[in-house]
């Protein structure tokens, strides 16, 4: 264990541990975390099915104002939802890592709902942003805001301070952290490439991961 410039004490990480960790931990869990992948994803799906661009099929102005505020709507609500079911999939892998087997309703048992989607939008603006100049800033702004949401609901930090939290962690073992990215994306490529069906297995093995990586990074509590 060794003091961080940030302040808090951790270990070193290694993408063996976490990689290994996350599929520990879903393999002593599977249908749960399956369950949990096609909840999100039906109900994305009803989401998009609901509130898809329908514009086009009308011509006259009534008809389109109304398909338009249907499509803003819409588009908030999945929005929305989007944000709040990844807050979900970041609390069942902090469960996991404080050593519970999370049921479904576990992975909606946080509080800070409002945080928790200011911080959501604040990331998203941001990165948006960055994407505009010149991709790579954007790409920068999401890698060192990926434990946003973990800040916000495992400390219960406000928006704003869940953001620098995520930043002054990941730029304390930046390297490793990318590494750790990179071999995620890679994971989640394959579990796409087999279907689709790989991405059951390969997202909760991701969340858990990354999860293990913010505990340990932050001195946190890490479950065997």
């Known amino acids: 264990m060794s003091a961080s410039p940030t302040g808090w004490t951790s270990k070193a990480l290694t993408v063996g541990d976490a990689v290994g960790y996350g599929w520990a931990r879903f393999k002593a869990n599977p249908?749960?975390?399956?369950?949990a992948v096609v909840i999100a994803a039906v109900i994305q799906s009803v989401l998009n099915t609901l509130?898809?661009?329908?514009?086009?099929?009308?011509?006259?102005t009534f008809g389109q104002s109304f398909w338009t505020v249907n499509w803003i709507i819409g588009s908030i609500l999945a929005t929305v939802v989007g944000y709040l079911i990844n807050a979900a999939l970041v609390r069942g892998a902090l469960d996991e890592v404080d050593g519970r087997r999370?049921?479904?309703?576990?992975?909606?048992?946080?509080?800070?709902?409002?945080?928790?989607i200011l911080a959501s939008i604040l990331v998203g603006v941001l990165?948006?942003?960055?994407?505009?100049?010149?991709?790579?800033?954007g790409v920068i702004v999401a890698f060192l805001s990926w434990w946003t949401l973990h800040f916000v609901i495992d400390r219960d930090e406000p928006a704003i301070?869940?953001?620098?939290?995520?930043?002054?962690?990941?730029?304390?073992?930046?390297?490793?952290?990318?590494l750790l990215a990179l071999a995620l994306i890679g994971i989640n490529i394959l579990g796409a490439i087999l279907l689709g069906l790989g991405l059951l297995v390969t997202i909760p093995l991701s969340i858990i991961a990354s999860t293990y990586a913010y505990r340990v990074v932050s001195g946190g509590v890490v479950a065997p």
């Open 31 to 35: 249908w749960t975390w399956v369950g």
């Open 51 to 60: 509130f898809g661009e329908r514009s086009a099929l009308r011509v006259d």
């Open 102 to 116: 999370p049921a479904l309703g576990a992975f909606f048992r946080f509080a800070n709902v409002g945080n928790v």
């Open 127 to 137: 990165t948006a942003i960055g994407f505009i100049l010149f991709v790579i800033p």
């Open 161 to 178: 301070e869940g953001i620098r939290s995520s930043f002054r962690a990941i730029s304390s073992q930046a390297g490793t952290l990318f």
